[in-house]
C-alpha cells in the first residue's frame, strides 16, 4: 500500500448475521495499522453488534429508517448532510464489504484517496481496487470478508467473529435466569425466527424438538425471539407438551447476554446464530436455502442440519416454487439425532 492511513472506514449496512462475519477484518486492520482512527458504518438493525467492539475507535449508523419516516424534501436535506459529513471526516482509506449500490456511493462519496470494494457488476467507479468474487459462492463470508485485505497486504492473523456483550446487559440476563431458577441448569436456547419466510423451520417443530429434549436431557428450554416474531414464539409454546421459558423484550445487546448463557443453541440461519457462535456457544444450525459452506456458523465446534436428500440445497432463493421440501421434510428427530450429551458442557 502506498500509504499509512490515519483514517480508515468499513462500510457493513446489514444485516445483524454478517456484520459479526465482517468483525475480523476490524480486529486486523486494528492489527496492522494500530495509530490509525478506525470507523464502522452500519445501520441502524445492526449497529449494537459492534457498538462495544474494541478495535473500534467510532461507530457511524446510518440511519435509513428514519428517514424514510421522514417527508421527502426533510430526507433528502438530511441525507445530504450525512453524505457531507462523511466527506468532512477526511478518510484515507475506505473498505466496502457490502458492496450495493448505497454503499458503493457512500465510497466514492468519501474522496478517500484509497478505496476498495468488489467487482460486483456497475460499482467500479466508486474504487481505485477491485477485489474478485470469483468462487465466492464456495467460500465462508468471514473468508470473503477477509479476502479486502489482500489488496492492502494486511495479513489475515485473526479469523474468529467478535462481539462484546457490555457487563449490564449480562447482569440483566443472569438477574432474569436467577429469578426463573435456570442458573444452575442446562440451558437449550432455541430460536424460531430469521429473516426469509423459506429460511425458517416449522414453529410446531421447533416446539416438537423441545419435548424431545426435555424428556432426553432434563433441560431448561429458552425461546428466543425479536422484533415482529412473537407469533413463532406462540406456535412454539402452542406446539408442547412442556413448558419452556420465553424471553423477555430485549435490546439485541441483551439478547446477546442471554445466549452467552445458554448451553446449546439451535437455530435457524439468522443474526442470533451467528453472535451465538462468536459468543463461542455451541450451536446447531438448521439450513436449507442458504448454504452453510458460506453462510454457516463459523467454527469447528458448531454443528449444520440439513435434508440432504434434497438435490436444491444452497439455492439461496427467497421463494421456493417445490413447498420448501428442504425444511418441511427436516423432522425434529433429525434434529435431535445430532445432539448428544457432550453438546451440553459448557467449555
Given at each position: 500500500?502506498?500509504?499509512?492511513?490515519?483514517?480508515?472506514?468499513?462500510?457493513?449496512?446489514?444485516?445483524?448475521?454478517?456484520?459479526?462475519?465482517?468483525?475480523?477484518?476490524?480486529?486486523?486492520?486494528?492489527?496492522?495499522?494500530?495509530?490509525?482512527?478506525?470507523?464502522?458504518?452500519?445501520?441502524?438493525?445492526?449497529?449494537?453488534?459492534?457498538?462495544?467492539?474494541?478495535?473500534?475507535?467510532?461507530?457511524?449508523?446510518?440511519?435509513?429508517?428514519?428517514?424514510?419516516?421522514?417527508?421527502?424534501?426533510?430526507?433528502?436535506?438530511?441525507?445530504?448532510?450525512?453524505?457531507?459529513?462523511?466527506?468532512?471526516?477526511?478518510?484515507?482509506?475506505?473498505?466496502?464489504?457490502?458492496?450495493?449500490?448505497?454503499?458503493?456511493?457512500?465510497?466514492?462519496l468519501t474522496g478517500a484517496s484509497e478505496r476498495i470494494g468488489y467487482d460486483f457488476r456497475g460499482r467500479?467507479?466508486?474504487?481505485?481496487?477491485?477485489?474478485?468474487?470469483?468462487?465466492?459462492?464456495?467460500?465462508?463470508?468471514?473468508?470473503?470478508?477477509?479476502?479486502?485485505?489482500?489488496?492492502?497486504?494486511?495479513?489475515?492473523?485473526?479469523?474468529?467473529?467478535?462481539?462484546?456483550?457490555?457487563?449490564?446487559?449480562?447482569?440483566?440476563?443472569?438477574?432474569?435466569?436467577?429469578?426463573?431458577?435456570?442458573?444452575?441448569?442446562?440451558?437449550?436456547?432455541?430460536?424460531?425466527?430469521?429473516?426469509?419466510?423459506?429460511?425458517?423451520?416449522?414453529?410446531?417443530?421447533?416446539?416438537?424438538?423441545?419435548?424431545?429434549?426435555?424428556?432426553?436431557?432434563?433441560?431448561?428450554?429458552?425461546?428466543?425471539?425479536?422484533?415482529?416474531?412473537?407469533?413463532?414464539?406462540?406456535?412454539?409454546?402452542?406446539?408442547?407438551?412442556?413448558?419452556?421459558q420465553v424471553l423477555p423484550q430485549t435490546t439485541l445487546l441483551e439478547l446477546a447476554g442471554y445466549l452467552?448463557?445458554?448451553?446449546?443453541?439451535?437455530?435457524?440461519?439468522?443474526?442470533?446464530?451467528?453472535?451465538?457462535?462468536?459468543?463461542?456457544?455451541?450451536?446447531?444450525?438448521?439450513?436449507?436455502?442458504?448454504?452453510?459452506?458460506?453462510?454457516?456458523?463459523?467454527?469447528?465446534?458448531?454443528?449444520?442440519?440439513?435434508?440432504?436428500?434434497?438435490?436444491?440445497?444452497?439455492?439461496?432463493?427467497?421463494?421456493?416454487?417445490?413447498?420448501?421440501?428442504?425444511?418441511?421434510?427436516?423432522?425434529?428427530?433429525?434434529?435431535?439425532?445430532?445432539?448428544?450429551?457432550?453438546?451440553?458442557?459448557?467449555?
Amino acid at each position: 500500500m502506498s500509504i499509512i492511513p490515519k483514517r480508515i472506514l468499513i462500510i457493513k449496512l446489514r444485516a445483524i448475521g454478517d456484520v459479526v462475519l465482517a468483525t475480523p477484518v476490524i480486529e486486523n486492520l486494528k492489527q496492522h495499522f494500530p495509530e490509525a482512527h478506525l470507523t464502522f458504518l452500519t445501520e441502524e438493525a445492526s449497529a449494537e453488534v459492534v457498538r462495544w467492539n474494541p478495535f473500534l475507535d467510532e461507530l457511524i449508523v446510518l440511519p435509513l429508517k428514519s428517514w424514510k419516516q421522514l417527508g421527502f424534501t426533510k430526507s433528502w436535506r438530511m441525507q445530504i448532510k450525512f453524505y457531507l459529513n462523511l466527506r468532512r471526516k477526511g478518510f484515507d482509506l475506505v473498505i466496502d464489504l457490502f458492496g450495493n449500490p448505497r454503499s458503493a456511493l457512500l465510497t466514492w462519496l468519501t474522496g478517500a484517496s484509497e478505496r476498495i470494494g468488489y467487482d460486483f457488476r456497475g460499482r467500479h467507479y466508486a474504487y481505485n481496487r477491485v477485489i474478485s468474487t470469483r468462487n465466492k459462492s464456495i467460500r465462508h463470508e468471514v473468508l470473503f470478508h477477509l479476502d479486502s485485505l489482500s489488496a492492502l497486504d494486511v495479513p489475515a492473523q485473526v479469523r474468529n467473529p467478535l462481539v462484546v456483550v457490555p457487563k449490564m446487559a449480562m447482569i440483566r440476563a443472569v438477574r432474569w435466569l436467577t429469578d426463573k431458577n435456570m442458573v444452575n441448569r442446562k440451558i437449550i436456547g432455541l430460536n424460531p425466527g430469521g429473516g426469509w419466510d423459506i429460511k425458517r423451520w416449522a414453529p410446531d417443530k421447533f416446539g416438537r424438538l423441545a419435548d424431545l429434549l426435555i424428556s432426553h436431557f432434563d433441560v431448561e428450554i429458552l425461546i428466543l425471539w425479536g422484533p415482529g416474531e412473537e407469533q413463532f414464539v406462540e406456535e412454539v409454546v402452542n406446539s408442547m407438551k412442556h413448558s419452556p421459558q420465553v424471553l423477555p423484550q430485549t435490546t439485541l445487546l441483551e439478547l446477546a447476554g442471554y445466549l452467552q448463557c445458554c448451553h446449546l443453541l439451535i437455530s435457524n440461519d439468522s443474526g442470533p446464530m451467528h453472535i451465538a457462535a462468536a459468543l463461542d456457544v455451541t450451536t446447531i444450525g438448521i439450513f436449507g436455502p442458504t448454504d452453510p459452506e458460506g453462510q454457516g456458523p463459523w467454527g469447528n465446534k458448531h454443528i449444520v442440519v440439513q435434508q440432504d436428500k434434497v438435490d436444491c440445497l444452497g439455492c439461496n432463493r427467497t421463494d421456493c416454487l417445490i413447498g420448501n421440501i428442504c425444511l418441511t421434510t427436516l423432522e425434529p428427530e433429525d434434529v435431535l439425532a445430532k445432539i448428544d450429551a457432550s453438546l451440553l458442557s459448557k467449555t
